[in-house]
């Protein structure tokens, strides 16, 4: 059974930063895209970040240059490095990990994505 656990989240000011973890076990497609989501009240879930094996990685625009996506194998955990928080970062921060191959646009789209962690908050005041 594939559990993941994400840890990390918490509040802080615009312009600090986070760094969220996501352990997995259970994972067997480890060859596959791992990736970060967010929510916030009212809107749909979207993709922030992505990376697979081979440290193959993707990014949505609006975290480009802040947000760094990281897996290690040994420790079969996922992490994500948010930097210059902004008060529009605020949301609910999903893990996630595909049983299938991902290309393209597939790779930040939820739909993509089999299994999911619990979620972890990020909240950032300005």
């Known amino acids: 059974q594939v559990q993941l656990v994400e840890s990390g989240g918490g509040s802080v000011q615009a312009g600090g930063s986070l760094r969220l973890s996501c352990a997995a076990s259970g994972y067997t497609y480890s060859s596959y895209y791992m990736g970060w989501f967010r929510q916030a009240p009212g809107k749909e879930r979207e993709g922030v970040a992505a990376?697979?094996?081979?440290?193959?990685?993707v990014y949505a625009e609006s975290v480009k240059g802040r947000f760094a996506i990281s897996k290690d194998h040994a420790k079969n955990t996922l992490y994500l490095q948010a930097n210059s928080l902004k008060p529009e970062d605020t949301a609910m921060y999903y893990c996630a990990a595909a049983s299938r191959p991902l290309w393209g646009t597939l790779r930040l789209s939820a739909t993509s994505y089999t299994y999911w962690g619990q979620g972890t908050q990020v909240t950032v005041s300005s």
């Open positions: 990376i697979d094996h081979y440290g193959t990685t």
